[in-house]
């Protein structure tokens, strides 16, 4: 996760590197970043595909109380 964080801080000091206009007339520099921020995304998902939850468990929920 550490190479994770260190890719995400790069796309934002690169992001923060561009000029006020660099969003429209740099196409170079935001095809880079993009395609840094794709493989960002592949590994999450790869990291969390391989730490499965358990049979059962969920996430971010509440159990509902019928009364």
Do not use: F, Y
Request: glycine share 4%; hydrophobic share 50%.
């Amino acid at each position: 996760m550490d190479q994770l964080a260190k890719q995400a801080a790069e796309i934002a000091l690169r992001l923060a590197a561009l000029p006020a206009d660099g969003l429209r007339n740099d196409i170079e520099a935001l095809n880079s970043i993009e395609q840094m921020a794709i493989r960002i995304l592949r590994e999450v998902a790869e990291v969390r595909a391989a730490k499965r939850q358990p049979v059962g468990e969920t996430r971010g929920m509440w159990p509902v109380m019928r009364q």
